[in-house]
């Protein structure tokens, strides 16, 4: 008899290895009957994983931290046994910001350093002229898409609270959004930069791998309560998504992963455009121009599906940084048990590995990042809402 589950996703190229793994049968496989439950927002998912609708879901990796700290909902202690994409995100500007920030570029456009120093000469210009401050659209307060935002503005000297104003959209509606002028700017996950520059609305300025090298973005997210009463599900559904990681990271398989992605119950746009996101190779503008990176969404390989709880020490520290969680050694070591690199390895029968104890972030400004002296790493920045301990 197969177990039953639900599993709650947002329409994002990056939850791939979850929507493959049911859909080629891996699952099936391991014993497991999964329905996909496809959602518009992440507070959906979270509501629905929180209070048991779900049993387990494609979710932001910070939020999978912030409930477990109890920030900004309910508390309910997360586990994330396997990771679902790094290294998704990217930066998209409309057209007219796009031109500001190449009037005041100093250097290479593609260098995260350069552009946000031009765009802090945008947003002084504007001020001095009193227009309305510039608006970015994220998806989520606890989210790596607010924090890549908030630390590309931040090493320029543009104050995101002050400056700026950052506002919430699920990533469907990021596009309509820039196209009708309501923001200047966002960070979402693929598909949707992509759309953005096919209809002509935006330009691709960064990936998010220009900010940080390696991000946890989504992870395969379970409460921890079920996860311990499970184990055997867990294991099971963590060998299906590893499977379908390592599917969909096989080049002859692309075209296949693309077009059942493209279908409408799971992202539902243009097979082409998932099949250039999945080779790293990204149209940025509308004139054509393609940047490709093999450091762009990471699925299955550079062993991104495993966890790395250094990842969830540098999320925890931008939840301090930007004042939404208090700064402490327990707080610290919550975040720090979310990822699982245990679960993962035990699924799997591999080895268990050393934690990461060197910089394994890599953001483009800044001191290497310390998880063992968060504090220390945070107070290297002049920009910030730290709250008083």
Known sequence: MKETLQIGFIPLIDAAALLV????????AEGLDVTLVRE???????????????????????????????????????????????????????????????????????????????????????????????TFGMTFPFSTHNYQLRFWMAAGGVDPDEDVRLVVLPPPFMVDSIAGGQVDGFCVGAPWNSIAVDRGVGRILHFGSDILQRAAEKVLAIREGWSAKNPHIVAALVRAAQRAAEFVEEPQNRIEVARILARAEYVGVDPDLILRTLEGRLKISAEGTVRESRRYLLIGRQEAPR???????????QMVCWGQAEMSHDALQTAHAVFRPDLY???????????????????????????ENVARYLASFPIGRQKPR
Not at 59 to 78: C, T, W
Not at 307 to 317: H, K, N, R, T
Not at 348 to 367: E, N, Q, T, W
Request: a negative charge; glycine letters at 8%.
């Open 345 to 371: 390895d035990q699924a799997l029968g591999s080895a268990a590995k050393p934690i990461r104890a060197s910089d394994s972030v890599g953001a483009f400004a800044g001191p290497a990042f310390d998880p």
């Open 21 to 28: 793994a049911v859909d080629k049968g891996f699952t099936a």
């Open 40 to 134: 518009v927002s992440w507070s959906n998912v979270r509501d629905k994983l929180n209070i048991g609708l779900f049993d387990a879901a494609h979710l932001l990796a910070p939020v999978a931290i912030a409930s477990s700290l109890g920030l900004g909902h309910i508390k309910v202690p997360i586990v994330a046994p396997f990771n679902l994409g790094l290294n998704g995100n990217a930066i998209t500007v409309s057209s007219a910001l796009h031109a500001a920030i190449m009037a005041e570029i100093d250097g290479d456009p593609f260098d995260p350093m350069a552009t946000t120093t031009a765009l802090s000469r945008v947003v002084a210009s504007r001020r001095k002229d009193g227009a309305e401050p510039l």
């Open 307 to 317: 966890p790395d709880p250094v990842q969830a020490a540098w999320l925890y520290a």
